[in-house]
């Protein structure tokens, strides 16, 4: 399995875990087969309603040592046997069970976390560690600083590089670049906001410090193909 110029050894019982954005593809002609299992978080996120859960999942975070889990044969099976359930409930189409989807999905990421992290080689690994030492300082710093800070050009020179050089790194390692994570993140506190508070439109813009509610408006239905109020109101129906 290929990423970029990065090539991993795969066999029975590993998984590879991947962040959104993230292109992987398997080598021409293998026999090897497997599943891909691929979900938006809000998907998940609206029904559990825990917005760290995803965080919160060891293999999904950024500073971790290798995109890699092996599984033991016992672990193996039992994700093979609930990743067969999904499937046949995916293929109901019309018929699928939503909460039975979430549910197993649910299941499957939690036994995952059981799984043992498999380690890189060591050229491999020391490349790693050094930029997942900017993204998690990267991500930290949006984390701390989305609302009032959103110029590429502040999160660059706190972490002393160039807006160049983190676009580059954050699109290897988060599958996006560093503008569209910052935009995703305000996004995501907007959706936050209208799902689990009663502020109106003009207060979110406002809280979240958006120049007017209007731009507001247009920014996350450029985003989420929908306006504010119309995803407050299919999120409470």
Avoid at 131 to 138: D, P, T
């Amino acid at each position: 399995m290929r990423r970029g110029l990065r090539h991993l050894l795969v066999g029975r019982g590993d998984i590879v875990c991947s962040f959104p954005g993230q292109v992987w593809r398997w080598q021409e002609n293998t026999r090897l087969e497997g599943y891909a299992l691929v979900f938006e978080e809000d998907f998940l996120l609206s029904f559990f309603r825990d917005r760290y859960f995803l965080r919160n999942l060891s293999y999904l975070q950024v500073l971790r040592s290798s995109p890699l889990l092996t599984a033991s044969a016992a672990q193996f099976e039992a994700l093979l046997q609930h990743l067969k359930s999904l499937q046949s409930e995916i293929l109901k189409r019309g018929d699928s069970n939503i909460d039975v989807l979430r549910a197993l999905l649910y299941l499957i990421l939690s036994l995952l976390q059981n799984c043992d992290l498999k380690p890189l080689n060591n050229s491999e690994k020391t490349k790693g560690v050094v930029i997942n030492r900017y993204i998690e300082s990267f991500t930290a710093l949006v984390e701390a600083n989305f609302i009032n800070k959103r110029d590429l050009s502040f999160y660059a020179d706190k972490l002393f590089i160039t807006t160049n050089y983190l676009n580059k790194i954050t699109k290897e390692v988060l599958g996006t670049t560093a503008k569209t994570y910052i935009l995703h993140k305000t996004i995501g506190e907007a959706k936050n906001l209208l799902n689990y508070s009663s502020m109106s439109i003009a207060e979110i813009s406002e809280k979240l410090n958006i120049e007017t509610p209007s731009y507001f408006v247009r920014m996350f239905r450029k985003s989420t193909g929908m306006t504010p109020k119309e995803f407050r109101n299919n999120s409470n129906s």
